[in-house]
């Protein structure tokens, strides 16, 4: 069926022409709608707007133009429907002040710099087979059964090492920390 067919069905409120509507023209109207909204929604937002819209079709349509179709009115609607859920969502009030500085200042990256190449260097103190069992397993991910085998020993043996490890890069890391 054409849109010019679909337009005229909808304006004798046909419920078939709604639902062909819905099927044929729901792709579109969530297209605008994401486009709209720009990822600031989630997928449940956007299917209730999607929906806003049919009804807003179902509401209006004695009133649509079988002759100006049915997609312009469709955009427009999904359109206005979005920018609306976009002010509404909007949050309403200042921004606190006290709130932290969502980026590092120079000083908090100077130390985090710092703390990376102490661990690093903490690692390669290890002796090996641990320094390769703690790259393997925290840096690149490795199952740890699987560097067990490859390493030659037993899953229970590599959790050790790993457990001892910790402590011992843990220690490595607190010399020359002030506590509080």
């Known amino acids: 069926m054409n849109e010019s067919k679909l337009v005229k069905k909808l304006n004798r409120h046909s419920r078939s022409a709604l639902d062909q509507a819905v099927g044929r023209y729901t ?9 709209t909204l720009a990822g600031r929604a989630c997928r449940e937002d956007v299917e209730e707007l999607c929906a806003d819209v049919f009804v807003a079709l179902w509401t209006h349509a004695d009133g649509l133009d079988p002759e100006q179709g049915l997609r312009p009115w469709l955009a427009a609607v999904a359109k206005n429907k979005a920018t609306d859920w976009l002010r509404r969502s909007r949050p309403s009030g200042s921004i606190p002040e006290d709130l932290p500085d969502p980026s590092p200042g120079p000083e908090e990256l100077a130390q985090r710099r710092d703390q990376s190449a102490r661990l690093w260097a903490a690692v390669d103190g290890l002796e090996e087979p641990d320094r390769t069992l703690f790259i393997r397993y ?3 991910e490795d199952k740890l059964k699987t560097i067990a085998t490859e390493l030659g020993m037993s899953q229970t043996a590599a959790k050790q090492r790993l457990f001892r490890g910790r402590k011992s890069l843990k220690a490595a890391l607190q010399e020359g920390v002030e506590t509080t």
Do not use: K, M
Request: proline share 8%.
């Open 27 to 35: 792709p579109y109207v969530s297209a605008i709608i994401l486009r």
């Open 138 to 140: 925290y840096y690149e």
